[in-house]
Nanobody, 128 residues
Framework: QVQLVESGGGLVQAGRSLRLSCTAS????????MGWFRQAPGKEREAVSC????????YYADSVKGRFIISRDDAKNTLYLQMNSLKPEDTAMYYC?????????????????????WGQGTQVTVSS
């Protein structure tokens, strides 16, 4: 049974940092593309950052480029999202997602419906 468990969310002031973690179990982590998505009330779920294999291709939404860094530690089956210079508009529920990546994939999927496994989410609230 695949499980993804996020942690690290919370309430912070604008300009501060948070690091989200997502620990996976029940899958061969190395073979999976991983992504961070977020959803604010009344809005669609959007890709924040995605990563293929370790040291593989990464994607960042324009709104977070230069502020967020995605990384993965395959030895620990863990995905990270370092979020710096947080803004109130970053406030959302953040979800970790995983999908098995074909060997010839050029990069990680970017649409939420392309991901098979999801965590329960961790809330990030940024106050102004």
């Amino acid at each position: 049974q695949v499980q993804l468990v996020e942690s690290g969310g919370g309430l912070v002031q604008a300009g501060r940092s948070l690091r989200l973690s997502c620990t996976a179990s029940g899958l061969h982590f190395d073979d999976y593309a991983m992504g961070w998505f977020r959803q604010a009330p009344g809005k669609e779920r959007e890709a924040v950052s995605c990563i293929s294999w370790s040291l593989g291709a990464t994607y960042y939404a324009d709104s977070v480029k230069g502020r967020f860094i995605i990384s993965r530690d395959d030895a620990k089956n863990t995905l990270y999202l370092q979020m710096n210079s947080l803004k109130p508009e970053d406030t959302a529920m953040y979800y970790c997602a995983a999908v098995l990546l074909p060997p010839v994939a050029a990069g990680p999927p970017l649409k939420f419906y392309e991901y098979k496994y999801w965590g329960q989410g961790t809330q990030v609230t940024v106050s102004s």
